[in-house]
Nanobody
Framework: VQLQASGGGLVQVGGSLRLSCAASGSIFSINDMGWFRQGPGKEREFVAAIILNGDSTYYADAVKGRFTISRDNAKNTVYLQMSNLKPEDTAVYYC?????????????????WGQGTQVTVSS
């Protein structure tokens, strides 16, 4: 499974961005795709996840109500719509995928990772 993340950039406080994660390869076994982020000097943290069979979604408390994860099966792509961005959202955002759907939000349970895309929120 290969993941290609895109859509990062520089945005002002309160602005919006949409990240995309295109999956390719042996994707038939993928059941869960998620987004994680790693800010400067911080550990990687969970942002959001979506279960591909059923559309259940999960969010970190820090982004609930501001971020929306969605998918387009025809394009094998998952999106992260980010709104009302804050300086603390500044990070490299990574998409990830896995077969399992247990331990939602645990980065150690995701074997497939994209290359990361930088999001910078300026004040």
């Amino acid at each position: 499974v290969q993941l290609q993340a895109s859509g990062g950039g520089l945005v002002q406080v309160g602005g919006s961005l949409r990240l995309s994660c295109a999956a390719s390869g042996s994707i038939f076994s993928i059941n869960d795709m998620g987004w994680f982020r790693q800010g400067p000097g911080k550990e990687r943290e969970f942002v959001a996840a979506i279960i591909l069979n059923g559309d259940s979604t999960y969010y970190a408390d820090a982004v609930k109500g501001r971020f929306t994860i969605s998918r387009d099966n025809a394009k094998n792509t998952v999106y992260l719509q980010m709104s009302n961005l804050k300086p603390e959202d500044t990070a490299v955002y990574y998409c990830a995928a896995r077969n399992s759907i247990v331990f939602i939000g645990s980065s150690t349970h995701y074997p497939y990772w994209g290359q990361g895309t930088q999001v910078t929120v300026s004040s």
